[in-house]
């Protein structure tokens, strides 16, 4: 395998969710995935911390070149994920965005600008360009914040949320259990969020969310390995839900939050409408300050990891 190919053959994950898989050294060097996995989020941004920019990083201010690669490769990027080929990282775009810390548009000399600093701090070659090693270094970091430690919940550690809460209110009660502390702090996000009325959710007299309203209500929360297992028998040839064996939302810490478009729906067509919605954007800039944390791949799901709220 040629070293061009290997970096575009970024590492399938599970579509279930699951923490991806390492690369192999065909991949990406070693050193170079430590280095970016392992760069502590800065105060101010979820951006690992960036060395200083060098002349070769500035010079992509004036740099075309790259502008125009990243307005190719946003769309025609050829990857894989769950076995499945993909196809440009147009989708993640806020996230990356927020990762490099700027809100420069892709097709500017500007975000080329910020990416080659990213880069730089991250390890690899500071080109402005969004290619096929700098997205798996992305990935890497997105997946690394995620729920690792998959402990299962004691009884007591679950609270079961009112049936108003959730997308669909007639969800049996066995599936609208949520971790306590993770739910205490859906629910200062949530106030967070109706406060910020250019949203414009709608909510009741007591500053709730309406039955009317849909937005960020909760999808799916904790579900046990009993209720999987279940699924597994029932459906073998489910998708995602049925086949997942180590799924992020036996924690009781992944929520499924309703963001638009069809709900948990992973073509792209779908995502593209999820991406674009103003609660989702508001996801990506805030929800880190409530210790919730994207699985990039899917714009509903959100993991909570208390020892980083900020």
């Given at each position: 395998?040629?070293?061009?190919?290997?970096?575009?053959?970024?590492?399938?994950?599970?579509?279930?969710?699951?923490?991806?898989?390492?690369?192999?050294?065909?991949?990406?060097?070693t050193a170079v995935r430590e280095r970016v996995v392992n760069q502590p989020p800065a105060n101010a941004s979820p951006a690992p911390t960036a060395a200083p920019a060098t002349n070769?990083?500035?010079?992509?201010?004036?740099?075309?070149?790259?502008?125009?690669?990243?307005?190719?490769?946003?769309?025609?990027?050829?990857?894989?994920?769950g076995g499945k080929s993909q196809r440009g990282w147009r989708l993640y775009t806020l996230l990356i965005n927020r990762m490099i810390n700027t809100e420069e548009n892709i097709n500017t000399n500007r975000f080329a600008a910020a990416l080659a600093r990213?880069?730089?701090?991250?390890?690899?070659?500071?080109?402005?360009?969004?290619?096929?090693?700098?997205?798996?270094?992305m990935i890497s970091v997105w997946q690394s914040r995620r729920i690792k430690d998959r402990i299962y919940p004691h009884p007591r550690q679950?609270?079961?949320?009112?049936?108003?809460?959730?997308?669909?209110?007639?969800?049996?009660?066995?599936?609208?259990?949520?971790?306590?502390?993770?739910?205490?702090?859906?629910?200062?996000?949530?106030?967070?969020a109706i406060a910020d009325k250019s949203l414009g959710l709608q909510t009741t007299a007591n500053n709730e969310l309406a039955a009317s309203e849909k937005r960020l209500k909760i999808i799916s929360s904790f579900r046990s390995r009993e209720y999987q297992e279940r699924l597994r028998r029932l459906s073998p040839g489910a998708g995602r839900a049925g086949l997942a064996v180590n799924s992020p939302h036996f924690t009781g810490r992944a929520l499924d939050l309703y963001v638009g478009g069809d709900p948990v729906e992973t073509v792209d067509w779908n995502r593209a409408i999820q991406v674009k919605t103003s609660v989702y954007k508001w996801l990506v800039k805030n929800a880190e300050r409530f210790g919730f944390h994207p699985y990039y791949y899917e714009p509903w799901?959100?993991?909570?990891?208390?020892?980083e709220v900020k």
């Open positions: 395998m040629t070293k061009r190919k290997a970096s575009l053959a970024l590492v399938a994950v599970l579509a279930s969710g699951c923490i991806a898989t390492p690369p192999t050294n065909s991949q990406i060097n070769a990083a500035e010079n992509f201010v004036v740099n075309s070149v790259a502008v125009g690669q990243n307005a190719l490769l946003a769309n025609n990027l050829g990857w894989t994920f990213w880069q730089q701090g991250a390890g690899l070659a500071p080109s402005g360009v969004l290619d096929g090693d700098t997205l798996y270094g679950l609270i079961t949320a009112p049936a108003s809460e959730f997308y669909d209110p007639t969800r049996e009660v066995e599936l609208r259990q949520v971790e306590r502390e993770a739910y205490n702090a859906y629910k200062r996000m949530l106030a967070a799901h959100w993991e909570y990891i208390p020892q």
